[in-house]
C-alpha cells in the first residue's frame, strides 16, 4: 500500500509537474486523481498506451526514478482504454470500485480533482464533457441504487477499529492536517463525545478553522516537534511526499511518557515513519489495515451490484452520443464563420445593384439575409442531431 505513495505529487509541485508530464508526452488533456488508496491518471492523447509509451510516461512523471521504479509501476499500472477507461472512471466515481464500496467523499475527489487541473489548463472539452458525466452517473447510482445504504467510510471504519481499543472518552487528540478526511475524522470523533483536540496545519487559518469546530487548539505545523502537552491519539492525513511524523518529532512528543499510544495514519504516503513502530508501542491503524473490514462491506452490497451495473452500461452510450452530438457542434461552428465571408462576398459582387436600392428596400434585404443567415447555421445543426438520435435507434 505504501508503495502507492511514489505517486503522489506535493501539492505544490502539481502544477509543475503535471504541465511537464503533458507536455513532454503531447498528451491532449490530463486529469490527475489521488485518494487514499488509488492514484488515477485519466488523459487524452492519440498514443497508443502501450509499455513503451508508459515507460516514457513514469520517467517523465518523476525523472529521479530509477529503472526499478519505472519496472514497478509499469508492472502494477491499471490500464484502460475507450470504453473501460469510461467504465472504470464510473464505477470509481460511483464508488463500486473503493476501498469502502458506497461511500460518497470520492465523487468530491473527482470533482476537486478535476477543478483542479482545469485551473492549470491541463483538460480541455473531452474530460469536461467526461467528469460532467462521471458526476451525474454517481448520484445516479447513489440515487437509484441500495450501494450507498448504510454507508461505511474509511473515516468511519478507522473509528470502528478505534472504539475497539476502549479508547477513554478524555483521550487526548493530535490532529496533523485539516484536510477532509481528517475534518470529517474530527467531526466524527466530537459527535461521539470526544473533546479534547489540538489541530496542526501546515497553513495556521485552516487549522484554527478546524479547531475552532472543534472546540480545539490551533498550532502550525511547524510547531509539532515543540509540543510538549502529551496525547493518547494522533488522527494524520497530510497530502505530504515524506513521513511529517518523523522519529525525532515522535520522540519529542511522548517525552517520558511509556505508555501505549495509537495513531489513525490515513495518509497515502504514511505520515508516520515506519521506524516509530519499531522503537515505540504503537497501535497503528492504518489504510492497509482497514481492508477486512471493506471486504465485509462489499458482500454486504454486492447485491446492488447489477443494478449499478445497468446504469453504468446505460450511460456508457449516452456518453458516446454526447460526443458524437459535440463534435457535430465543433464542426459546425465555422458555419457561422462561413456564412459570414459569404455574405460579405455576396455585398461586393452586387455593390452597384445596393447602391441603387432606397433605405427602406435595404432594411427589407437585411432582414430576409439575417434570417437566412440565421437558418443556415440551425438548419443544418438540427439535421446532424436528427440524423445522430435516428442512428442511435437502430443501434
Known sequence: MNDIGKLHIDENDVKSRLEGLKQSLNIDELLYLSTCNRVEFLLSASSKIDTPFLKKFFSAFDPTWKTTDITWAIENAQVFENDDALRHLFNVASSIDSLVVGEREIITQVRNSYEKCNELGLTGDLLRIAVKKTIEVAKDVYTHTNIAKNPVSVVSLAYRKLRALNVKQ??????????????????????????????????????????????????????????????????????????????????????????????????????????????????????????????????????????????????????????????????????????????????????????NLDAESKEVLDKILAYMEKKYISVPMKMAKDILIEDAKTK
Open 170 to 355: 478524555d483521550a487526548r487528540f493530535l490532529i496533523v492536517g485539516s484536510g477532509v478526511t481528517n475534518t470529517t475524522m474530527g467531526k466524527y470523533l466530537k459527535k461521539h463525545k470526544f473533546a479534547n483536540f489540538t489541530v496542526f496545519n501546515r497553513t495556521l487559518h485552516n487549522a484554527q478553522k478546524l479547531a475552532n469546530e472543534l472546540n480545539g487548539k490551533a498550532f502550525p505545523l511547524s510547531e509539532l516537534e515543540n509540543y510538549k502537552e502529551g496525547f493518547d491519539i494522533i488522527v494524520t492525513c497530510t497530502g505530504a511526499a515524506e513521513s511529517i511524523i518523523t522519529p525525532a518529532i515522535y520522540k519529542s512528543l511522548v517525552g517520558s511518557d511509556k505508555s501505549k499510544k495509537v495513531v489513525i495514519d490515513l495518509a497515502i504516503p504514511n505520515d508516520l515513519d515506519s521506524e516509530i513502530l519499531n522503537n515505540y508501542d504503537v497501535n497503528l491503524i492504518a489504510v492497509n489495515n482497514l481492508q477486512e473490514v471493506a471486504k465485509e462491506n462489499l458482500q454486504a452490497r454486492q447485491q446492488e451490484m447489477d443494478a449499478c451495473n445497468t446504469i453504468i452500461e446505460q450511460n456508457i452510450e449516452e456518453f458516446k452520443q454526447i460526443i458524437k452530438t459535440r463534435k457535430v457542434e465543433l464542426a459546425m461552428s465555422e458555419v457561422p464563420k462561413k456564412v459570414k465571408e459569404i455574405r460579405e462576398t455576396a455585398n461586393e459582387v452586387f455593390a452597384k445593384e445596393l447602391k
